[in-house]
């Protein structure tokens, strides 16, 4: 979903509006107003090419792994009886998982491999 709201801001689309569309809408109406004939898979690596901008913008400007957080009373507060577990899941296993899905390296930046495959190979 990230990589379909990058898109979402570069297209200037309202994201409540996304919710109530499909992805491939999108892509269709992309590729009817420029002319475009992208494929889908196209579509969706653009997504994840711009995300992958962002967070080496972000990385430039000195974000990393220890700015990937939640709110401390998000993350402390009991919440039994919420029908939830009585705390959150280990927020750094999950980044661990999140930046190995996302090609990115124990800091949260992108690695090399990962830019290449996107053709950000020169960032």
């Given at each position: 979903?990230?990589?379909?709201?990058?898109?979402?801001?570069?297209?200037?689309?309202?994201?409540?509006?996304?919710?109530?569309?499909?992805?491939?809408?999108?892509?269709?109406?992309?590729?009817?107003?420029?002319?475009?004939?992208?494929?889908?898979?196209?579509?969706?690596?653009?997504?994840?090419?711009?995300?992958?901008?962002?967070?080496?913008?972000?990385?430039?400007?000195?974000?990393?792994?220890?700015?990937?957080?939640?709110?401390?009373?998000?993350?402390?507060?009991?919440?039994?009886?919420?029908?939830?577990?009585?705390?959150?899941?280990?927020?750094?296993?999950?980044?661990?998982?999140?930046?190995?899905?996302?090609?990115?390296?124990?800091?949260?930046?992108?690695?090399?491999?990962k830019l290449e495959a996107l053709g950000l190979g020169e960032y």
């Open positions: 979903v990230q990589n379909l709201m990058a898109l979402c801001d570069s297209l200037n689309i309202c994201k409540f509006t996304a919710f109530g569309l499909q992805a491939d809408d999108l892509h269709r109406w992309l590729n009817w107003v420029t002319g475009w004939d992208s494929s889908f898979e196209e579509f969706l690596k653009t997504g994840e090419r711009i995300y992958n901008l962002k967070r080496l913008y972000n990385v430039k400007c000195g974000i990393s792994r220890k700015d990937d957080t939640l709110p401390e009373r998000i993350l402390t507060l009991n919440r039994p009886g919420l029908h939830a577990p009585e705390r959150l899941p280990d927020l750094a296993k999950m980044l661990d998982e999140y930046y190995l899905v996302r090609g990115w390296d124990q800091n949260g930046i992108p690695r090399k491999e």
